[in-house]
């Protein structure tokens, strides 16, 4: 579309993603963000579904938005809810300010900006014509928190409905610095380990009487990190073990405490499961003796959308609007593709990850135009009009 045409309503992404970026929606908040996005689509025709789930502490507000009825049906992904502002702005962090061409907001690439560019991207397609299947955009306000009442539960909404998502494109950031340098095809898992080692308290002069628990949790945690977990392979790098915190909480010189903590993830790519590392992490344990403790906290298991026509489409229309070939990568965090993951194929394709999470979190505009273009030619190859 020539910047000479006029451009269908709802089609310039900026306003929308200003509009979202007001709405200060800290995970569990909504802050009327599902409401913006509501008013957006349904003009374009979209039937909404607002989804509020609370099995696992403050409800949170979801979106199901479908258009159409037919198949294949491809789905958006994304997250309304943000991480705190934190300090270190030089502009209000929920005002959307626009300076020397950039948007500044929490959440302006993590990930408002995404969601902006795919409504932008569908009000353009459908001014040609009406999609030859459906498409969808699940959006959720729980994936920067416990994501227990987020996409996981509207897939479960979904799937007692009988319907079905063929294909998923995430909008999480991808691009380390521009748009068409990487996509994601799967991520690796995360396994959060808190370990405590128990002893017997006693006096610093009199070990012989005590029992310090502080040397056998070291022995542990060495014994964890001694090897690399695996050398990775063709679509992971290796796996990782990163010790996070180690707490004894012992103010006193001369006491030797009766406990010591630590707490340890990793990060891990197809050659492990959960269920594995778990097993592995409680021999290691058992080899050292004593009373000790182990909790587990799983994030979620890797996976891998093995390359194909989901991937190529994603590919190709990246290339053909930016001239880039997208890296295909598994690196990074999670997200919440891998709960999608179950229900159909996932690509994860998204704004540059420079300034996610960060004070002055923002997305040049120029960006948002880009973007748009790529999800709108995503949307030829992967839709079409009937």
Not at 23 to 51: K, N, Q, R
Not at 155 to 164: F, H, T, V
Request: net charge negative; with cysteine.
């Amino acid at each position: 579309m020539s910047a000479t045409t006029a451009l269908p309503v709802g089609s310039d992404p900026l306003p929308l993603a200003a509009a979202l970026l007001r709405c200060p929606s800290v995970t569990p908040d909504d802050a009327g963000a599902i409401d913006v996005l509501i008013a957006a689509l349904e003009p374009l025709g979209f039937v909404c579904h607002d989804l509020t789930f609370a099995t696992g502490g403050p409800p949170i507000r979801n979106l199901y938005a479908r258009l159409g009825g037919e198949g294949p049906n491809l789905c958006f992904a994304g997250h309304t809810d943000v991480v705190p502002a934190g300090q270190g702005w030089s502009a209000d962090p929920f005002a959307a300010e626009i300076r020397d061409g950039r948007l500044f907001g929490r959440g302006a690439t993590d990930m408002k900006g995404a969601i902006a560019c795919f409504v932008a991207a569908v009000a353009r397609f459908l001014a040609r014509g009406r999609p030859r299947g459906s498409i969808s955009l699940l959006i959720t306000g729980d994936e920067e928190g416990p994501a227990v009442d987020g996409t996981v539960k509207v897939l479960d909404w979904l799937a007692a409905r009988g319907e079905r998502l063929d294909a998923c494109i995430v909008g999480e950031p991808t691009n380390p610095g521009r748009i068409g340098e990487m996509m994601k095809i799967g991520r690796r898992g995360s396994l959060n380990t808190r370990l405590t080692v128990h002893g017997t308290q006693g006096h610093a002069a009199y070990p012989h009487l005590a029992d310090n628990p502080i040397p056998r949790l070291m022995a542990i945690l060495g014994r964890l990190s001694a090897a690399p977990l695996d050398a990775g392979n063709a679509h992971f790098q290796a796996s990782t073990l990163t010790i996070t915190t180690i707490d004894v909480g012992n103010p006193a010189t001369n006491v030797i405490p009766a406990q010591a903590r630590a707490g340890f993830n990793i990060r891990f790519n197809d050659l492990h499961t959960g269920a594995s590392l778990k097993a592995w992490i409680e021999a290691v344990v058992a080899e050292r003796g004593g009373r000790t403790d182990v909790a587990f906290e799983l994030s979620g298991e890797s996976f891998l959308t093995a390359p194909g026509p989901l991937s190529q489409a994603v590919a190709t229309a990246a290339q053909a609007v930016t001239g880039l070939v997208p890296e295909a990568s598994t690196t990074g965090g999670t997200s919440d593709a891998r709960f999608i993951r179950h229900a159909c194929p996932v690509v994860e394709f998204g704004l540059a990850t420079g300034t996610m999470h960060k004070a002055d979190e923002n997305v040049a505009v120029a960006d948002l135009e880009t973007l748009t273009a790529v999800y709108g030619a995503a949307l030829e190859r992967l839709v079409g009009w009937a």
